[in-house]
């Protein structure tokens, strides 16, 4: 049973920085590739972020600068590094994962496994 579990969420003020973690269990994760997505409320869910071990990671132009994945094969974990944040990353994030490449995440997501979310909050 793969089950991906994230945290980190959180309230912050704008400009500041949140970290969001991923866990994950029962997939080969080093073959994953590993992504972040929000949705933001009445609008549809986005592509934040993807890493695949090997290959080099792939942003939304949105947070590009601003944000960072990364992952730990040893620990099945990926995580998302928010740096000045702004109003507008407020959402919902998901991880996410997919037999596929980093890019093909943010071109053509179509993850096989979702995480439950964890509820970002940016305020003004």
């Known amino acids: 049973q793969v089950q991906l579990v994230e945290s980190g969420g959180g309230l912050v003020q704008a400009g500041g920085s949140l970290r969001l973690s991923c866990a994950a269990s029962g997939l080969p994760f080093r073959l994953y590739a590993m992504g972040w997505f929000r949705q933001a409320p009445g609008k549809e869910r986005e592509f934040v972020a993807a890493?695949?071990?090997?290959?080099?990671?792939y942003y939304a132009d949105s947070v590009k600068g601003r944000f960072t994945i990364s992952r730990d094969n040893a620990k099945n974990t990926v995580y998302l590094q928010m740096n000045s944040l702004k109003p507008e990353d407020t959402a919902v994030y998901f991880c996410?994962?997919?037999?596929?490449?980093?890019?093909?995440?943010?071109?053509?997501?179509?993850?096989?496994?979702w995480g439950q979310g964890t509820q970002v909050t940016v305020s003004s």
């Open positions: 996410a994962g997919d037999r596929t490449t980093a890019q093909g995440m943010g071109v053509s997501p179509h993850p096989d496994y």
């Open positions: 890493i695949r071990y090997g290959e080099k990671t």
